[in-house]
């Protein structure tokens, strides 16, 4: 089992940035294609973003493009998230995610339904 420990939320104003970070144990990390996603109140969890276990590949949402940039750093077992241009609309619980892939590509596109593993969330508020 892959443990998923998230750090680097809170409030921050619209126009802000933050970056969220996510310390992966457990598992070799780089078997497992690393993703994001987020549960705003009242709303059901949405896909935010998505990178494969070498980092060659990344899938976003379309909401989050251009403004958000999904990384990874192998040695360190860590992936991030990092979040620029930040809106009321991203306020949100975000959820880092695992998933084995092994050392195989595979279409990042079908991570969007979810993830085999999940961290426990971590609150992002933005203030208008």
């Known amino acids: 089992q892959v443990q998923l420990v998230q750090s680097g939320g809170g409030l921050v104003q619209a126009g802000g940035s933050l970056r969220l970070s996510c310390a992966a144990s457990?598992?070799?990390?780089?078997?497992?294609?690393m993703g994001w996603f987020r549960q705003a109140p009242g709303n059901e969890r949405e896909f935010v973003a998505a990178?494969?276990?070498?980092?060659?590949?990344?899938y976003y949402v379309d909401s989050v493009k251009g403004r958000f940039t999904i990384s990874r750093d192998n040695g360190k077992n860590t992936a991030y998230l990092q979040m620029n241009s930040l809106k009321p609309e991203d306020t949100a619980v975000y959820y880092c995610?695992?998933?084995?892939?092994?050392?195989?590509?595979?279409?990042?596109?079908?991570?969007?339904?979810?993830?085999?593993?999940w961290g426990k969330g971590i609150l992002v508020t933005v203030s208008s």
């Open positions: 457990g598992r070799t990390f780089t078997n497992y294609a």
């Open positions: 995610a695992a998933h084995y892939t092994g050392n195989y590509y595979r279409n990042l596109e079908v991570f969007t339904s979810g993830m085999d593993h």
């Open positions: 990178i494969s276990w070498s980092g060659g590949s990344t």
